[in-house]
Structure formats: structure tokens, C-alpha cells
């Protein structure tokens, strides 16, 4: 079973009309975010650890997500330090 990150806080996006459909980022996604059957799809979005596994492999550009600097790590950071939280949204 796959451990999921905070819910509704992941910065992944994705731009279905760059996708190709080559299946790059279902295969190097350790989480199983991706689903492909034609262009791909996010069908576990709360899975993704911003990794950025997808959009380094991407050859279209298509996924973009800022790694190391989400609103999930800025959440866990905030509780931390006890200093107000920001991310890159």
C-alpha cells in the first residue's frame, strides 16, 4: 500500500494538450499518480510527494511541480519553526 502525502496541498499540474501520451511519467512515478490510455491522466493526486520524478521525464512539458517547496512541506515547516507558513501557490 502506498502512504499518502496531505491531502489537496500537492503543487503537481498538468497540461493535457502538451501530453503525448508516451506513458514517461506513469512509468517513473513512484506512487502511481498517472494513468495512461490514450493521454494521461492524474488518478492519485494525494499520492504525489513532489518528487518531481513526472516532470523531469517529461518530454512535452506537459507536468510541472515544484519539488521541496510545496504548501504540504511549508504546512510542516510552519509547525516546526513556529513562523508563518508560505509555499510557491
Avoid: R
Avoid at 506513458?23 to 499518480?33: F, I, K, Q, R, S
Avoid at 498517472?34 to 513532489?50: H, L, R, S, T, Y
Avoid at 510541472?64 to 511549508?74: L, P, T
Amino acid at each position: 500500500s502506498v502512504m499518502k502525502y496531505i491531502d489537496n496541498v500537492v503543487t503537481l499540474c498538468f497540461d493535457e494538450s502538451k501530453c503525448t501520451g508516451c506513458g514517461m511519467c506513469a512509468e517513473v512515478c513512484p506512487h502511481n499518480v498517472f494513468k495512461v490510455d490514450g493521454v494521461a491522466e492524474i488518478i492519485n493526486k494525494n499520492n504525489c510527494i513532489e518528487c518531481g520524478a513526472c516532470a523531469k521525464n517529461c518530454p512535452f512539458q506537459a507536468i510541472k511541480v515544484c519539488s521541496g517547496v510545496g504548501c504540504g512541506y511549508a504546512m510542516i515547516k510552519s509547525k516546526i519553526t513556529g513562523k508563518e507558513e508560505s509555499c510557491c501557490c
